[in-house]
C-alpha cells in the first residue's frame, strides 16, 4: 500500500509569500518560444547549489510557461511579471495578466482522486487520471507540472484571489547552511 | 531533442534513444512521431533515456501518453537509463511508478 499523500493549491492573498521587498523583479513579454530563455535570465545568478542539476529550472520554467501560455494566451504585449530572490533559499512571484488559474478547486479534486488511485494501488484509474484535463487544457499539455511543484516548493505553492499570480519557495537544507553567513 | 531508432534488441524491443533536452518545444513532435510509430496494433517499445538530461512536465505529459496508448493497444513500453533531474521529476509526478525499467541489454533492472 502506497501512503495517501495529498497536497493542496492554496488561496491567501495576503500569505508573506507575496511580500515582495527586496526581491529583485523582471518582466518579459509573453513569447512561448522564450519560456527557456527567460528562465536562464532569471536564474543567471544563482547559487549553483540551489539549482539541484536542473530541477529549479525546470520548475521556474513550469511557473513561467504556465503564465505565458494559460494566464497571457501567448500575446507578447501581456507582461509576465516576476520577483525573485534567491538568497538563503529559492523564492518566486510570479504574475500574469490573465484571467487566473479559474479551475483551482477542480484541480484540487483532480489531485486527491489521483493521489487516492495511487495509494490504492489502483495504476489502471492512476494512468487514466495523470494528466489534469481543464477546459483550458491543450493537446501539447503536459497536464502534470502541479503535481511535482506541489513537492517541489517544500516551503509553499499559494495563489492570490484572482489565481493569476502564485507566490513560492524552496528550501534548500545543505545551501541554506553554506549561504547562511552572507 | 533528438531520437534515433537503433534497431530490435535480442528481447524484440525497437530501441529508440532520446538524448538532450525533452520539453516543450520537442515533447509534441516526438509524441506524434512515436504514437505514429506505434501504430494500432500491439507493439514492443524500448525508450533509452540515458542521453536526456532536461525533462519537463510537457515531456512526462508525453511519456504518459505513449503509456495510455500502449494500454489501449496492448503494446509495451519499457524504459531504460533514467537518472539524475529527470529521475527525479519522474518520481516527484508519480510517474515513475507506471514506467518498467530494464537495463540497457533489456533485463528487469
Redesign the interface.
Known amino acids: 500500500m502506497?501512503p495517501l499523500i495529498v497536497r493542496q493549491l492554496i488561496v491567501d492573498e495576503r500569505n508573506e509569500l507575496f511580500d515582495a521587498q527586496g526581491m529583485k523583479y523582471a518582466e518579459f513579454p509573453s513569447e512561448?518560444?522564450k519560456?527557456?530563455e527567460y528562465t536562464a535570465k532569471v536564474l543567471a545568478e544563482c547559487p549553483a547549489a540551489f539549482l539541484?542539476?536542473?530541477?529549479l529550472?525546470?520548475q521556474l520554467?513550469?511557473l513561467i510557461?504556465n503564465g505565458i501560455k494559460h494566464g497571457n494566451r501567448c500575446e507578447p504585449s501581456k507582461a509576465l511579471k516576476v520577483w525573485y530572490d534567491l538568497r538563503k533559499r529559492a523564492r518566486f512571484i510570479v504574475e500574469d495578466e490573465g484571467n487566473g488559474f479559474t479551475n483551482l478547486d477542480e484541480w484540487n479534486d483532480f489531485y486527491r482522486r489521483?493521489?487516492t488511485a495511487?495509494s490504492e494501488n489502483d495504476?489502471?484509474a492512476?494512468?487514466?487520471l495523470?494528466?489534469y484535463r481543464g477546459p483550458n487544457s491543450a493537446?501539447?499539455?503536459?497536464?502534470?507540472?502541479l503535481?511535482?511543484a506541489l513537492?517541489?516548493w517544500n516551503g509553499g505553492i499559494i495563489y492570490n484571489d484572482t489565481h493569476n499570480k502564485v507566490g513560492v519557495v524552496r528550501w534548500f537544507s545543505s545551501g541554506s547552511t553554506k549561504l547562511s553567513g552572507k | 531533442m533528438e531520437w534515433t531508432d537503433i534497431g530490435f534488441d535480442d528481447h524484440g524491443y525497437q530501441v529508440i534513444k532520446l538524448s538532450g533536452d525533452f520539453?516543450?518545444?520537442s515533447?509534441?513532435s516526438f509524441t506524434r512521431a512515436i504514437t505514429e510509430l506505434m501504430g494500432s496494433g500491439a507493439y514492443k517499445l524500448k525508450l533509452d533515456l540515458a542521453e536526456v538530461?532536461?525533462?519537463?512536465?510537457?515531456?512526462?505529459?508525453?511519456l504518459?501518453?505513449l503509456?495510455?496508448s500502449a494500454?489501449h493497444s496492448g503494446s509495451a513500453i519499457v524504459f531504460c537509463g533514467i537518472s539524475?533531474?529527470p529521475r527525479?521529476?519522474l518520481q516527484?509526478?508519480?510517474?515513475l511508478?507506471?514506467m518498467k525499467e530494464v537495463d540497457q541489454a533489456g533485463g528487469d533492472s
Open positions: 502506497i512561448y518560444s519560456v527557456r539541484e542539476g536542473g530541477l529550472e525546470q520554467s513550469e510557461k489521483r493521489q495511487l495504476f489502471d492512476f494512468l487514466s495523470a494528466s493537446e501539447d499539455d503536459g497536464g502534470n507540472s503535481v511535482a513537492e517541489y | 520539453d516543450l518545444y515533447a509534441p538530461r532536461y525533462l519537463d512536465s510537457s515531456g512526462v505529459g508525453s504518459i501518453k503509456l495510455q494500454k539524475g533531474a527525479r521529476i516527484m509526478s508519480n510517474i511508478l507506471l
